[in-house]
């Protein structure tokens, strides 16, 4: 079993920076793909970014590249998610997100942290 506990979130203006943390244990972090999600109000949950289980490889929603970054510290076994330039429509709950098979990720992760509510006022 994994568990996964996010960290980070909160309210920012516009333009403003945050970052995120998910803190894993129960595992061996590094045999795990990880990845962040968010799900705003009145929509379903969406894939944000993912790094392989090294960080040599991310993978971004089309809506965050070049504005968020996901990292990985494997000797801390957390993971980060930087968001510069934050827009209102980036407000949602993200979430924390693990898999035990790297094609997974996207679809059927297999663990699931609680969620960190993030908020961008106009």
């Known amino acids: 079993q994994v568990q996964l506990v996010e960290s980070g979130g909160g309210l920012v203006q516009a333009g403003g920076s945050l970052r995120l943390s998910c803190a894993a244990s129960g595992r061996t972090f590094s045999s795990l793909t990880m990845g962040w999600f968010r799900q705003a109000p009145g929509k379903e949950r969406e894939f944000v970014a993912g790094?392989?289980?090294?960080?040599?490889?991310?993978d971004y929603a089309d809506s965050v590249k070049g504005r968020f970054t996901i990292s990985r510290d494997n000797a801390k076994n957390t993971m980060y998610l930087q968001m510069n330039s934050l827009k209102p429509e980036d407000t949602a709950v993200y979430y924390c997100?693990?898999?035990?098979?790297?094609?997974?990720?996207?679809?059927?992760?297999?663990?699931w942290g609680q969620g960190t509510q993030v908020t961008i006022s106009s």
């Open positions: 790094i392989s289980m090294r960080g040599s490889n991310t």
């Open positions: 997100a693990a898999a035990l098979l790297a094609i997974k990720l996207r679809t059927v992760p297999d663990y």
